[in-house]
């Protein structure tokens, strides 16, 4: 249940740092940090569109799995489990590869993209914790 | 037995938790979006023009003037020209109704700032200032000190952007590294700190002196400065026909 709602929390953080991205935000409200210089680089793009955008879909497609996995039918399922622990992964290594960037080639911290990539580890963490509970029974 | 019911509560509590975690986030980015509203500094239209001169786009007999302090490295102004500024030079500059002048305003802790506003007020010397100026922007990330702090030679990317808008190279090349137009470069800044500007990029649209807006922000500010002109004219160029008499002539 935690994890859908960090998921929902990153579905909404994901969702400014893209409509910034696409000009419909015109500024960041960003008191610290260097937000803009990360935003403007071109590590904020993947596969042409904005890095953010893929966040928003990692984060809502995460939201969705763990609905699916807290209620209904597939309520304890181990593969839902396994399904949010690869993918929390996959989220994990791509975050640290963007803070890699910022720290090593940009110099720069955004401290949205550091609470994201807080965001994935605590939901790898929680989604590996999940896996190794015993199913429960009804 | 007793499992069920707890259960339920854990839903129902799942199920507020989840709601008032959707609501702030609605609410957070319904007020990101509504609230943009940029500061407005009201200036003093009448201050007379500095020496410099800022690079002319459009009409200069445009009922509405608007001046752009920009620099080149600063990601904020590289937005404005690659998102907003084209929809500006469609609707309402090609259209006559605003002429646009961009001054440069190079900050100081930006490295290669000053090399980029050379490149572009030596392509000006070819009549292909907006060019560069617009590939410039576009490829801030490719030559800025900000993005590739490993970047020391953004003369070289330059020299490409020359290359591809058909530039006499050797000629730009001359004209940048003796650093023809520093003079005026510093003209355009002075003329910015003379009119207070402390960020960039700042537009003066009327008597408003803005940071960063939108389109829709600027053509607001731009239909507010028709209206004050409008308000301003004297009764008889008001009176229809009064105007076309003129230009009948």
Known sequence: MTIAVLSLVGVFLATYLTLYKLGYVEALACGTGSCEVVQASRWSRLWGQPVAIWGAGFYLAMFVLSLAGSLGRLAGSRLVGIGLALMSACGVLFSGWLTFVEIAWLHAICRYCVTSAGLTVALFVLSIVDLRKPAEAD | ?249
């Open chain 2, 1 to 249: 037995m007793a499992k069920k019911p707890a259960k339920k509560a854990n839903t129902k509590q799942f199920a507020g938790v989840l709601t008032a975690v959707a609501l702030v986030g609605v609410a957070a980015l319904g007020y990101v979006l509504t609230h943009r509203g940029p500061t407005v500094i009201i200036v003093d239209p009448k201050i007379p023009a500095g020496a410099a001169e800022g690079h002319l786009m459009g009409n200069p007999n445009a009922p509405v003037q608007v001046l752009e302090f920009g620099d080149f490295e600063c990601p904020g102004c590289g937005n404005f020209a690659t998102l907003t500024e084209p929809d500006i030079r469609s609707r309402l500059i090609n259209t006559g109704v605003v002429g646009f002048r961009f001054y440069d305003f190079p900050l100081s802790q930006h490295k290669n700032t000053f090399t980029a506003h050379l490149a572009a007020a030596c392509a000006d010397d070819q009549q292909k200032f907006w060019e560069m100026h617009d590939r410039i922007y576009a490829g801030q990330d490719e030559w800025s000190d900000l993005v590739s702090p490993s970047m020391t030679d953004p003369l070289s990317i330059f020299k490409r952007y020359a290359k591809e808008l058909g530039l006499d190279v050797s000629a730009w090349e001359n004209c940048v590294t003796t650093q023809k137009y520093t003079a005026k470069i510093k003209g355009n800044q002075a003329e910015g700190v003379r009119r207070n500007v402390q960020n960039t990029p700042t537009l003066i649209i009327g008597n408003k002196q803005v940071n960063g807006v939108t389109y829709d922000q600027f053509k607001q500010l731009v239909d507010d400065a028709l209206a004050d002109i409008k308000k301003s004219a004297p009764d008889s160029a008001r009176k229809p026909g009064a105007g076309r008499k003129g230009a009948a002539k």
